[in-house]
T-cell receptor, first 114, second 117 residues
Framework: DAKTTQPTSMDCAEGRAANLPCNHS???????VYWYRQIHSQGPQYIIH???NNETNEMASLIITEDRKSSTLILPHATLRDTAVYYC???????????????FGSGTQLTVLP | DVKVTQSSRYLVKRTGEKVFLECVQD?????MFWYRQDPGLGLRLIYF???????EKGDIPEGYSVSREKKERFSLILESASTNQTSMYLC????????????????FGQGTRLTVV
């Protein structure tokens, strides 16, 4: 799986959009971008994933650049409960029935300020 | 609401004790995983299971064993606890990939913070 680079920490004001960048310049054509987050003292939580098109769900939006070398996770209206470590992961396609482990890097500590 | 439940949030055990960490999921998932998470080392896979009675070693299986007698339950066993097994233990489950495509999302439990003294 390709390596990712994220800023160590970011702050965001409550109610504003939080934009979390991720660099994955060595991504290959069959690799997806995933985002998970981990609130302090809890297990990680899946947020979203995408291949090349922008994706949106009830939690967030994922914007992937046209060359796929970077992406941005957007939390449109950040709340205090969004304070967490956010992990960007790149994972290749897998065959049917396969199971693969998740490998988290250091992630970005997002702090939402009141 | 989908759920992965770990039996304890906090556990303190003595060196040499046999320790059982239990994980139950209610989503009928085939895949279950045990990770440990340590500061600066990220998530490391201990064991995983893709079916009842099936298990595969992860990156750091030494000192651990697992049991999967029922689909919903995956147990991690520390045969003889040592202080270097003090850690946060995370259980996760997922569906198998439906085809040649993206991996399915993993659901994690709340974690068990184990301290071995």
């Amino acid at each position: 799986d390709a390596k990712t680079t994220q800023p160590t920490s970011m702050d965001c004001a409550e109610g504003r959009a939080a934009n979390l960048p991720c660099n994955h310049s060595t991504i290959s054509g069959n690799e997806y971008v995933y985002w998970y987050r981990q609130i302090h003292s809890q297990g990680p939580q899946y947020i979203i994933h995408g291949l090349k098109n922008n994706e949106t769900n009830e939690m967030a939006s994922l914007i992937i650049t046209e060359d796929r070398k970077s992406s941005t996770l957007i939390l449109p209206h950040a709340t205090l409960r969004d304070t967490a470590v956010y992990y960007c992961i790149v994972r290749a396609l897998i065959s049917s029935g396969s199971a693969r482990q998740l490998t988290f890097g250091s992630g970005t500590q997002l702090t939402v300020l009141p | 609401d989908v759920k992965v439940t770990q039996s304890s949030r906090y556990l303190v055990k003595r060196t040499g004790e046999k320790v059982f960490l239990e994980c139950v999921q209610d989503m009928d998932h085939e895949n279950m995983f045990w990770y440990r998470q340590d500061p600066g080392l990220g998530l490391r896979l201990i064991y995983f299971s893709y079916d009842v009675k099936m298990k595969e070693k992860g990156d750091i299986p030494e000192g651990y064993s697992v049991s999967r007698e029922k689909k919903e339950r995956f147990s991690l066993i520390l045969e003889s606890a040592s202080t270097n097994q003090t850690s946060m233990y995370l259980c996760a489950s997922s569906l198998p990939s439906p085809g040649w495509g993206p991996d399915t999302e993993a659901f994690f439990g709340q974690g068990t913070r184990l301290t071995v003294v």
